[in-house]
């Protein structure tokens, strides 16, 4: 059984840091691509940084980019979202994601407010 559990949200102010952590299970991790996604109340999810299985090849959503940065642990099965220079706008709880044989697998996210 495939599980996500997310880790590491807090109240953080503006050009703060954070650490996100997603621990995974169920699977072989080091297979697949990771995925942060966070979402907004009232909006749709938002995919901010995937890393492939090996970690060789990230990508980010333009609005992190140069401010967070997606890495993985394949000997520990964790994926982590490091993020720098936090804006309010950041604010939204972030979700671990991973895809299998066509079904998208989630955590149950961790919120991150950023807020003086």
């Known amino acids: 059984q495939v599980q996500l559990v997310e880790s590491g949200g807090d109240l953080v102010q503006p050009g703060g840091s954070l650490r996100l952590s997603c621990a995974a299970s169920g699977f072989t991790f080091n297979s697949y691509t990771m995925t942060w996604y966070r979402q907004i109340p009232g909006k749709e999810r938002e995919l901010v940084a995937t890393?492939?299985?090996?970690?060789?090849?990230?990508n980010y959503a333009d609005s992190v980019k140069g401010r967070f940065t997606i890495s993985r642990d394949n000997a520990k099965n964790t994926v982590h979202l490091q993020m720098n220079s936090l804006k309010p706008e950041d604010t939204a709880v972030y979700y671990c994601?991973?895809?299998?044989?066509?079904?998208?697998?989630w955590g149950q996210g961790t919120q991150v407010t950023v807020s003086s």
């Open positions: 994601n991973v895809r299998r044989y066509g079904r998208m697998y």
């Open positions: 890393i492939t299985s090996t970690g060789g090849s990230t």
